[in-house]
C-alpha cells in the first residue's frame, strides 16, 4: 500500500535556500521540509566565506552589481542581479536579527572582509571562518520552532509527480517504504553537483539529484557546462576535500610553486585576488609541473582569530599555516547552471519552484562572485516564500498508483560507478576540457548508466547530471567564465549572451 502524505507547501533540501524558504512559507500554510540526511548536511555548512552585501561604508548596491556583472563574464541576467544587490542588505540584516552572531567590529558594526574580485570589503562573517555553520544554525532554530513545519529526514526524492504538465509533488523513499507527497507547489532546494567529480569541496550529498529529477520531468535546465573549481582546497586524499577559504588570500596569503616562486603575478593584474576560474586554471597549469602551496605566514598570530575553522582543519592534518605552506588544489565547488528560473523562483513547470544551487536565476552568468552564494539563498528564498502565498489549493487529487522502492543495490558496485563517473568527469570534463575528451565522456557515461545496478537511484543522479554537463560543455564552443575549453581558448563574440538550454 502506498502511503499518501499531504501538505500545502513542500520544500527538498535543508541548505540556506530550504531552510529561509520553509520558515518564510511557513507564514502562509503547512509545510514539509524534506532532506535526504539530516537538516545540517548541505553545502551551506562548509561555507567559510561568508555573505556578500553592500553594507558598508562607501559601498553600494550599485558597486556590487557591476562587480557580479564582471564575473559573469557577459551571461548574467541583470534584473536577477538588480534583486539579489538591491535586496540583499536587508536579507542579511533579517538574519542578523533571527540570531546569527556576525562578526562585529569594537564599534558593533558588521566586520567586512574582502574577497576575489570584489571592489571594496562587503563580506559579512561569523566566528572568523565559520559563517555558513553559523548561518545554519540560525534559519535550523527557526524551522524547528515553526509549528507549521514538519521535517522528514532521510529521505530520498525519486521522482516529481507531474499532472496535466503540473507538478503536483514527488515520490519519495521513506525508510525504505514508497511515499506519495502530494503538494500545491514544490520548491526544488537540493543543492549543487560537486561528487561528479573526483575533487569537490562539496558534502557527499552533493551528487546532483535536483537536476537530474527535474530533467526527467522535462523542466528547462540552462549554463550546466559552467561549474566553478575553488582554487585553493587542501590538497589531501579526502572526499571531500577540506576548502581554504578565499578570504585567507584576501588577507594577504600568497600562492606559491614548491621553489618558492610566486607565478600568479604573471598571470592576473590582480595576482592571487584574480577570478576564481582564472587561479584556478593557474593552479591547474602549475601543477603538471610543481607542487603548489598557500603561503599565510605573513598572517602570523592573527591567523588564529580571524580563520579559527581553518587553522584546526589543517592542524588535525599535521600543517600550521602560521609556519607552513599549505597544499592546495582546485576542486569542483560550485554549478552555476541548473533550473531556469524567474525573479520569483518559478521553473518551467506549473507548481514547480527551484532556489538555491540548483536554480539556474541568471545572477552567476558564467562564473560565480564570490559569497554571492549565501546571499542568492537567502533573496530568493524569500521571494519564493512571497510567491507561494498565492498559489491555489490543488483539487482533485489522483489516485495514488501502485509503485515500489526498489531494493537497496550492491554498495560495492554502486561506489564503483560513482568513483569511475568522478574520475571520467575529472579527467575529460573538469578545469580543462576539449571536444576529443568531452566526447570520450560521454560515451562512457552512457555505459555507467546502462550498467548501474538496480536500485542504484543517487549513482542514477550523479551520472545523468554529469551528462548533462558533457552535453553542454560539448556545444558551447568557446572558452568562458569558469568553461575552458583549450581548443577553443578564448571568447567569442557570438557566444556572448547565449545560453544552453535543454
Not at 83 to 88: I, K, N
Not at 151 to 173: F, H, M, P, T, Y
Not at 220 to 228: H, I, P
Request: aromatic content about 4%; charged content about 25%.
Amino acid at each position: 500500500m502506498i502511503q499518501r502524505m499531504r501538505t500545502r507547501f513542500l520544500v527538498v533540501g535543508s541548505g540556506v535556500a530550504g531552510l529561509h524558504a520553509a520558515w518564510r512559507a511557513s507564514e502562509h500554510g503547512d509545510v514539509l521540509l524534506l532532506t535526504k540526511r539530516s537538516l545540517f548536511d548541505s553545502a551551506t555548512a562548509y561555507a567559510q566565506g561568508g555573505i556578500a552585501a553592500a553594507l558598508g561604508a562607501g559601498d553600494s548596491p550599485k558597486l556590487h552589481r557591476q562587480d557580479t556583472l564582471a564575473a559573469g563574464a557577459a551571461l548574467c541576467d541583470a534584473a536577477a542581479v538588480q534583486v539579489l544587490v538591491e535586496e540583499g542588505p536587508a536579507r542579511v540584516r533579517e538574519l542578523q536579527t533571527a540570531g546569527a552572531e556576525f562578526d562585529l567590529d569594537p564599534k558593533g558594526e558588521l566586520l567586512l572582509g574582502l574577497e576575489a574580485a570584489h571592489s571594496t570589503n562587503r563580506i559579512v562573517h561569523a566566528h572568523g571562518d565559520q559563517t555558513g555553520a553559523e548561518v545554519a544554525r540560525t534559519l535550523i532554530a527557526r524551522v524547528r520552532q515553526s509549528k507549521r513545519i514538519t521535517v522528514l529526514e532521510r529521505a530520498r526524492v525519486l521522482d516529481l509527480i507531474v499532472r496535466r504538465g503540473d507538478c503536483i509533488g514527488v515520490r519519495a523513499s521513506v525508510a525504505g517504504k514508497p511515499v506519495e507527497i502530494i503538494a500545491d507547489a514544490t520548491v526544488l532546494a537540493t543543492g549543487g553537483c560537486g561528487q561528479v567529480y573526483r575533487y569537490t569541496t562539496n558534502p557527499v550529498v552533493a551528487t546532483g539529484d535536483g537536476y537530474a529529477i527535474a530533467h526527467r520531468a522535462g523542466v528547462t535546465l540552462a549554463d550546466m557546462e559552467f561549474v566553478q573549481f575553488h582554487p585553493t582546497a587542501l590538497d589531501t586524499p579526502e572526499n571531500p576535500l577540506a576548502l581554504i577559504s578565499e578570504a585567507v588570500r584576501g588577507e594577504g596569503a600568497i600562492l606559491v610553486n614548491e621553489q618558492g616562486e610566486r607565478f600568479m603575478l604573471k598571470v592576473h593584474a590582480k595576482a592571487e585576488l584574480a577570478p576564481r576560474d582564472v587561479v584556478a586554471r593557474a593552479i591547474f597549469r602549475e601543477q603538471k609541473r610543481h607542487q603548489v602551496y598557500l603561503d599565510a605566514r605573513k598572517l602570523g598570530r592573527g591567523f588564529a582569530k580571524r580563520f579559527p575553522g581553518i587553522l584546526a582543519l589543517c592542524a588535525a592534518r599535521g600543517i600550521d599555516p602560521r609556519k607552513n605552506l599549505i597544499p592546495v588544489t582546485p576542486a569542483a565547488h560550485y554549478m552555476m547552471g541548473g533550473v531556469v528560473t524567474d525573479l520569483n523562483g518559478h521553473s518551467s513547470m506549473p507548481r514547480l519552484y527551484a532556489v538555491g544551487e540548483v536554480a539556474r536565476t541568471g545572477v552567476h552568468g558564467a562564473n560565480r562572485l564570490a559569497s554571492n552564494s549565501l546571499l542568492e539563498g537567502l533573496v530568493f528564498a524569500e521571494r519564493v516564500a512571497r510567491d507561494l502565498a498565492g498559489v491555489s489549493p490543488l483539487k482533485q487529487l489522483p489516485a495514488a498508483k501502485n509503485w515500489s522502492v526498489p531494493p537497496l543495490p550492491d554498495r560495492g558496485a554502486a561506489q564503483v560507478a560513482a568513483d569511475r563517473v568522478r574520475a571520467v568527469m575529472w579527467m575529460h570534463a573538469g578545469i580543462s576540457r576539449t571536444a576529443k575528451g568531452l566526447r570520450t565522456a560521454a560515451l562512457e557515461l552512457d555505459e555507467i548508466e546502462e550498467r548501474l545496478p538496480d536500485g542504484a537511484t543517487e549513482e542514477l543522479n550523479l551520472v545523468q547530471t554529469a551528462q548533462r554537463i558533457v552535453e553542454a560543455a560539448l556545444r558551447r564552443k568557446e572558452s568562458r567564465g569558469g568553461h575552458y575549453r583549450s581548443d577553443f581558448p578564448r571568447s567569442s563574440a557570438s557566444w556572448r549572451g547565449r545560453h544552453i538550454e535543454m
